[in-house]
């Protein structure tokens, strides 16, 4: 992990790295390219943080640099929107997901309206990296997505880094942009490997086709793209040729890209590690509706997370998660591979 | 020019900018009345020398953030009558082009970098600014105003912690006006000097008589300095009283008979007018002249304020997001 701030590959190389690594890569690259960056929240220059993401940054950049904050996430992360007043850039990091709701204020009161209510005056770039996501036996307090708790806010941008190259590039493209960013990061994807581009940057509210496919689509975020991909895998096999969207942006959703693939599939089935009401699946189906979308399936979509809360006892842990299979069965539904 | 000639013309620079905001929050009650401000408003009559006095104490570039009865903290800030009024009645020549209203008086170019509506959240934002001027190792400050209540938020405690452990060139300043809403602040909180929650968190905390407008300039100009100095953050408590109900709606009922009046003894206008006669700088006809020239000027500012459009949906739009 060290190595990587040691000796950086060339900008623009695409290597092999950990999810981890992608999102320590995005930090060394962005403080190293703008003095104005920072990195705050609580713990953050200890050891690499709480989940090591921030490994050798510390004495990269300096303790001003990489600041730990007392616990108190409202209270910092309103210090990170007036230090954005004041010519920094800050990313906070937020522990886990869970917490954001502390941070109430400041994420759906403060950020977002800072530059409306003053009619234009302010630009607000304070980035909010959020350690998301259920699968580590964290219990009911510390397993959330949040994915959706703050996709229905304009002046919010939601990211969610479903592999190592989305979690390098959403996080360089959050830092870069004028406008505050939640970065969702999932805390089970950290020793995942994949290629990453340094250098590059993603774009704002554009989903990825991470498999081409004609009979159903699967939208997917987070740890639910590595099972999305799997389940398309699997779903070749059954003789139905699956589409794998990676969302990568709850907030702008990108609609054209999502509608285009639905106008040819006629199917879809959402991969969501969260509740299906008030959330982004939900908000795909009514935007998807709402244009016209004509649908080749009943059920038209599908929700596969259950309606109850998120366990500590680890097997009933991994039933609540959506798995690959879950989705192959859904999509076979669709095509009526199965009865629905 | 003498030295007291150059403090003769300050205190009647105060004494006008003290003027200008009774005579602005009285014309603003006025407007709506005749439903040309329409909402809420939270007016800060007999409170005028907590922002002109702190506020006289700040240098370019040091910044503040105020609340919602930020009316006196704009104009203290330099803010002419007429963009305020513009921005009350949600006129696009408003500060804040209209969309912000009453409680979002701001203008980022003259250090006036916001005015929450939220109750304690200006002061870690506050705390963030000076943060930012600290690690660019500029020599700048932070000022950031709000009420009794909201020492009893948690993001007041949150941020001192942190302006404290950090030593952030913050000046956190309370005006107590002894009501939070319709409650007396001794029916929300165990103390009455509220400087005293300073203590847990290292600081200094000092009372100040916020009806004069000399002692309030001189304790923030010494916090000002400790902070410019890198010696951190200070708590100042105003001690002071709002004239009128909390906001538009309210007739203050909950007042024991004779508080009032009493405070009004010592209006800090008067308390200063008073002074400034007895020392042969400002006599009383003079005092007059300059409360029916103000007068003319807010009647005017008011009447162009009222000319210009309202903002329209599409210039809006550019203010959701700077990207
Ligand atoms: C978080 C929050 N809670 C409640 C309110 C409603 N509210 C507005 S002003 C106010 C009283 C605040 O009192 P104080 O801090 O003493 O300020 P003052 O109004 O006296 O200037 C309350 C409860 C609010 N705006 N924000
Ligand atoms: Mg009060």
Not at chain 1, 4 to 28: I, S
Not at chain 1, 113 to 124: A, D, E, L, N, P
Not at chain 1, 193 to 218: N, Q, S
Not at chain 2, 137 to 157: R, S
Request: hydrophobic share 40%; glycine share 10%; with cysteine.
């Amino acid at each position: 992990m060290s190595t990587q701030t040691e000796a950086a590959p060339a900008m623009g190389a695409t290597v092999e790295m950990t999810y981890r690594e992608a999102v320590n890569a995005a930090l060394d690259d962005a403080m190293a390219e703008d003095p104005s960056v920072i990195l705050m929240g609580e713990d953050v220059d200890a050891d690499g943080g709480v989940f090591k993401t921030n490994a050798g940054l510390p004495q990269k950049y300096g303790r001003e640099r990489v600041m730990a904050t007392p616990i108190c996430e409202n209270g910092f992360t309103n210090v990170a929107l007036g230090m954005s007043l004041t010519g920094i850039r800050p990313v906070v990091e937020f522990m886990f997901a869970d917490f954001m709701p502390t941070a109430g204020d400041a994420i759906v009161n403060q950020l977002p309206k800072y530059r409306y209510m003053s009619g234009g005056q302010f630009s607000v770039p304070v980035t909010l990296r959020v350690v998301s996501g259920a699968g580590g036996r964290f219990g009911t307090q510390h397993s959330a997505t949040g994915e959706s708790w703050f996709m229905a806010q304009p002046g919010m941008r939601v990211a969610v880094a479903g592999t190592p190259a989305a979690a390098y590039e959403l996080l360089r493209a959050a830092i870069r942009n004028n406008d505050p960013v939640l970065v969702h990061e999932h805390k089970a994807l950290y020793a995942r490997k994949g290629p990453v581009t340094r250098g590059a940057i993603a774009e704002i509210g554009k989903a990825a086709i991470l498999r081409e496919g004609t009979d159903v689509t699967i939208l997917a975020s987070l740890m639910m793209v590595e099972r999305a991909m799997a389940a398309a895998d699997e779903l070749a096999g059954h003789g139905v040729s699956a589409e794998v969207i990676d969302l990568r942006w709850v907030r702008p959703l990108d609609m054209e890209t999502i509608g285009a693939s639905v106008a040819k599939t006629g199917r879809l089935v959402i991969a969501e590690e969260q509740w299906h009401e008030g959330g982004w699946g939900a908000t795909v189906i009514s935007n998807l509706t709402r244009n016209g979308q004509a649908w080749k399936s009943v059920p038209r979509a599908v929700a596969l997370y259950y309606d109850t809360l998120i366990p500590y006892s680890p097997p009933l842990e991994d039933e609540m998660i959506p798995s690959a299979e879950r989705i192959v069965t859904a999509a076979r539904k669709s095509v009526g591979q199965i009865p629905a | 020019m003498s030295e007291r000639t150059a403090g003769a013309d300050r205190r009647v620079a105060w004494y006008r900018q003290m003027v200008e905001i009774r005579h602005f929050e009285d014309k603003v009650q006025e407007l709506f009345m005749a439903g040309l401000i329409q909402g809420t408003t939270h007016l800060c009559q007999g409170q005028e020398a907590v922002p002109v006095g702190a506020i006289s104490a700040m240098a370019r570039g040091d910044v503040q953030t105020n609340t919602y009865r930020g009316h006196g903290e704009a104009l203290a800030n330099g803010m002419s009558p007429e963009t305020a009024f513009a921005e009350l009645m949600g006129r696009t020549s408003g500060c804040s082009r209209g969309v912000g209203g009453s409680m979002h008086l701001i203008d980022a170019s003259k250090g006036n970098i916001g005015s929450n509506a939220i109750v304690g959240a200006g002061a870690p934002i506050a705390v963030g600014a000076a943060m930012g001027f600290k690690l660019r190792k500029e020599p700048q400050v932070a000022l950031t105003f709000f009420g009794d209540g909201a020492t009893n938020i948690g993001t007041f405690h949150e941020a001192l912690n942190m302006a404290s452990v950090w030593k952030a060139p913050v000046i956190f300043i309370i005006t107590n006006n002894l009501y939070g809403e319709y409650s007396p602040v001794r029916s929300t909180t165990p103390i009455d000097d509220l400087a005293r929650r300073a203590d847990p968190f290292a600081m200094p905390g000092v009372v100040v008589d916020g009806q004069d407008v000399e002692a309030v300039h001189s304790a923030v100009s010494t916090a000002v300095a400790r902070a410019r100095a890198g010696e951190g953050p200070s708590l100042l408590e105003m001690k002071t009283y709002r004239y009128r109900g909390h906001s538009r709606s309210d007739p203050a009922k909950y007042r024991p008979e004779g508080e009032l009046e009493r405070w009004k003894q010592r209006d800090p206008i008067e308390l200063l007018g008073a002074k400034l006669a007895a020392e042969g700088i400002l006599s009383a006809d003079h005092q007059a002249a300059i409360k029916a020239e103000i007068q003319a000027e807010i009647d005017r500012a008011a009447e162009r304020a009222a000319q210009a459009p309202y903002p329209t949906l599409e210039e809006t739009r550019s203010y959701v997001y700077a990207d």
